[in-house]
């Protein structure tokens, strides 16, 4: 189900697309924080103004600037908009937006009012520091003791204890988002895997996704052959066939599609030869390669692992070369539901732009193009289903099992990961020891696979 966030953030995207299809977006980008709080309307916060300044810094993030580049808060909007091009991508796919930061208070375990002072007394002996008393009939709570186990919590029969959490840093699997000195959310970026769990989690919707919405539109407007290659999970995410999906993708100014299954098949290919070659060699374990923000949690923050992840590229790197095969000069556009794959793709070659799919239905909304009346698109050869099964937890290992012929005579005792969290790391760390007998790994970010990722228009 769509939330607040989610709505305004699509609505935007869509205006975008709308004013820029209409050729009236420069001259008419600063007046839409004030057509969509126009005074006299109920504020979301404390006041129109302060709406309409979070509106504006959300317009600033769907052009792909960073609050935080901001030197001038006199800039129009239609300044950043003159800057971009389909060469200027930013470093970092996220920024915190200071002004939609509600500055959460500090995570702790509280008493609230349904606190009956019983006499069993439970969270006072479930405690293993001693922090709660009993004062009047209502426990009390000594932080200067208390180590926020939540065991008073899990004991109270009347729930009358709760954790609070910071919704961003408790989403977080590497606590790489934290309050700075102001009180607001800062993401240190030498720790972020851009696993999008902040920026899909965040009920103030500050946790905002820097876009290259406009650098696409942009290059289809200049004439450029645009090419989209479409993500496996777009079939759970749009009405209709697949097949009518690509048709209304095209519609919509892009000279081809391609399917990333069918990067996902030489991703099988290459992934089982690998498997094989490593298990002759003497190696214990493998772990898949598709999922970048895994990737970037053992570069970061496990690198002595690094050694046991697949060196062989994912299903949007093998599609990017597809297309460049078929296209020298081609843009090369990936659309899917992560917000990761933004970050891979600034170290992939054959990968120039990225939407989400939460962009692509903006564009065809905007548009107006209705994807159950396309006719279906003409695919020269469907990947296989196996490839496209890619998008769901353990897709990949069943597409390995499946390409490991029984000559090979090798067993594939496997596990997977359905959905990075704080034990990750230590699971990884199990899965080295001695009397570990998994010597296939397969992990995703998302829980439930590609199809539960950040961008999602529908989750699961």
């Known amino acids: 189900m769509m939330n607040g966030a989610e709505r305004i953030r699509r609505e935007l995207l869509i205006r975008l697309v709308r004013e820029f299809m209409a050729g009236t977006l420069e001259e008419n980008i600063d007046r839409i924080p004030l057509d969509m709080r126009p005074r006299g309307t109920t504020s979301s916060r404390c006041c129109i103004y302060h709406d309409r300044a979070v509106l504006r810094y959300r317009l600033m993030a769907a052009l792909g600037v960073s609050p935080q580049e901001e030197t001038d808060e006199l800039k129009?909007?239609?300044?950043?908009?003159?800057e971009i091009s389909p060469e200027k991508i930013p470093p970092y796919p996220i920024a915190v937006c200071e002004p939609a930061c509600n500055g959460c208070p500090d995570s702790r375990v509280v008493i609230t009012p349904n606190c009956q002072g019983c006499f069993a007394r439970p969270c006072t002996y479930a405690c293993p520091k001693g922090a709660i008393t009993v004062e009047n009939q209502r426990a009390q709570i000594d932080y200067t003791q208390c180590i926020?186990?939540?065991?008073?919590?899990?004991?109270?029969p009347f729930k009358a204890i709760m954790k609070t959490t910071v919704p961003c840093e408790e989403a977080c699997p590497v606590g790489a988002i934290r309050k700075n000195e102001h009180?607001?959310?800062?993401?240190?970026f030498e720790k972020c895997i851009?696993?999008?769990?902040?920026?899909?989690?965040?009920?103030?919707?500050?946790v905002m996704e820097r876009s290259q919405l406009l650098n696409v539109l942009g290059a289809i407007r200049d004439g450029k052959k645009v090419i989209a290659l479409v993500a496996p999970s777009a079939q759970a995410q749009f009405p209709g066939t697949i097949e009518q999906l690509f048709s209304a993708t095209a519609a919509a100014g892009f000279s081809d599609?391609?399917?990333?299954?069918?990067?996902?098949?030489?991703?099988?290919?290459?992934?089982?030869a690998e498997f094989v070659e490593k298990m002759r060699s003497g190696q214990k374990l493998m772990t898949t390669s598709c999922c970048p923000a895994y990737v970037q949690l053992v570069?970061?923050?496990?690198?002595?692992?690094?050694?046991?992840?697949?060196?062989?590229?994912?299903p949007m790197k093998y599609a990017g070369q597809i297309a460049r095969e078929k296209y020298p000069d081609g843009v090369n556009v990936f659309i899917g539901p992560c917000i990761a794959k933004r970050d891979e793709a600034l170290r992939a070659d054959d990968i120039d732009l990225v939407l989400t799919f939460e962009e692509l239905g903006a564009i065809l909304s905007g548009m107006k193009i209705d994807v159950m009346t396309q006719p279906p698109w003409p695919l020269p050869r469907p990947a296989a289903a196996t490839a496209r099964n890619f998008m769901r937890s353990c897709g990949v290992t069943e597409a390995v099992l499946e390409e490991i012929t029984p000559a090979e005579n090798l067993t594939l005792n496997t596990e997977f990961v359905d959905g990075i969290e704080r034990k990750t790391l230590g699971k990884l760390k199990l899965l080295t020891m001695p009397k570990s007998e998994v010597n296939f790994l397969e992990v995703m970010s998302c829980p439930g696979g590609c199809v539960g990722g950040p961008c999602s228009l529908i989750k699961g």
Request: a positive charge; glycine letters at 8%; aromatic letters at 12%.
């Open 194 to 206: 851009f696993c999008g769990k902040c920026f899909a989690k965040c009920p103030f919707g500050a």
């Open 76 to 82: 129009p909007l239609a300044e950043y908009l003159r």
């Open 299 to 314: 570069q970061k923050h496990y690198p002595d692992f690094a050694k046991y992840v697949s060196s062989t590229p994912s």
């Open 183 to 188: 009180g607001f959310a800062e993401i240190q």
């Open 257 to 272: 599609v391609i399917e990333v299954a069918l990067g996902a098949e030489r991703t099988t290919e290459h992934e089982a």
């Open 148 to 156: 926020k186990c939540g065991k008073c919590v899990t004991v109270c």
